[in-house]
């Protein structure tokens, strides 16, 4: 079974970072393009980050110059680093995959293009003074 489990959210003051990590069960991680995606509490889910295949990057403009993502493919894991943390941050992150190689990590209209599966449960990050 496909699975990708996420971990490393908490609370943390603004300004503060935090680490999240994406790991997969059942699949090699370096075969697929992997994205973070956020729910705030009331919103749509929007994509954050998004490593493809061959290593490139992307980013929504919120969290660009604030957040990174990387791949450790020797340990199945992809990561998503996360610095000077605004109240804006705050909601559920999971991670995803996408096994096609149309779309890269093109976005659009807040999202991501692809079909993307394995979801994780996702892990919460909250963001409060």
């Known amino acids: 079974q496909l699975q990708l489990v996420e971990s490393g959210g908490g609370l943390v003051q603004p300004g503060g970072s935090l680490r999240l990590s994406c790991a997969a069960s059942?699949?090699?991680?370096?075969?697929?393009?992997i994205g973070w995606f956020r729910q705030a509490p009331g919103k749509e889910r929007e994509g954050v980050a998004c490593i493809a295949r061959h290593g490139s990057t992307n980013y929504a403009d919120s969290v660009k110059g604030r957040f990174t993502i990387s791949r450790d493919n020797a340990k199945n894991t992809v990561y998503l680093q996360m610095n000077s943390l605004v109240f804006e941050d705050t909601g559920v992150y999971s991670c995803a995959a996408e096994g096609g190689e149309i779309y890269g990590c093109a976005y659009f209209r807040g999202t991501f293009l692809g079909t993307w599966g394995a979801w994780g449960q996702g892990t919460q990050v909250t963001v409060s003074s």
């Open positions: 059942g699949f090699t991680l370096d075969y697929y393009t």
